[in-house]
């Protein structure tokens, strides 16, 4: 291995790998992704955070094989009370690198065509994705306690007026539909 390639540290989010330029075998490289990686992109849902990347790739005669792992703690909005909280995050991906004759566009994400003409790759959307794949469905607070108390006790008062006028009806229509409503999310 090289030890001017091995375990390089990278916190100026240029994530091109220089296929040509790698020897035989494994690199290491290192990457901090931080605030300024989730700012680059208008549409993130992640607003802030600090995620370590430890990438391992292989360069073999046809193809390179990337170990991404992940570790780290993002900011999110909850889904409970709209605050923000730290989601801690860890998850690793291996993506391979063919060369073909042309590139593709297919549906399989772990394998990527590349040409012989590529001399480089950039890997910053995969990360993107990668970590926004390794967030949870429901992104709560770990607690109820947790959430913002003025918005939970208006959530609480919401619901207790909505049962109460659901109680206080007498419509068939109303309660078939609820009826109806309560099947589904069983």
């Known amino acids: 291995m090289h030890p ?6 990278r916190e100026d989010h240029n994530f091109i790998i220089p296929l040509a330029g790698l020897p035989f075998g494994h690199s290491d490289y290192q990457y901090v992704i931080n605030d300024s990686f989730f700012a680059e992109r208008d549409y993130s849902e992640v607003k802030r955070g600090v995620v370590n990347l430890h990438l391992d ?7 390179f094989i990337l170990t991404l792992k992940f570790e780290g703690k993002v900011v999110l909005q909850c889904d409970r009370c709209g605050d923000d909280y730290e989601q ?25 065509i590349i040409t012989k003409n590529d001399s480089e790759f950039d890997l910053s959307d995969l990360i993107y994705e ?4 390794s967030l949870p469905i429901h992104r709560t607070h770990d607690d109820e306690s947790l959430c913002n108390q003025e918005v939970m006790e208006k959530l609480h008062s919401f619901s207790q007026v909505e049962a109460d006028t659901e109680e206080e009806d007498d419509d068939p229509w109303k309660q078939m539909m609820k009826d109806l409503k309560d099947k589904i999310d069983k």
């Open 88 to 112: 801690p995050i860890e998850d690793s991906a291996e993506i391979f690198l063919k060369y073909g004759a042309e590139k593709n566009d297919e549906d399989n994400d772990d394998v990527i």
């Open 130 to 133: 990668y970590i926004i794949l």
């Open 57 to 63: 790739i292989e360069k073999m005669e046809t193809m």
């Open 4 to 9: 001017e390639l091995d375990k390089m540290k």
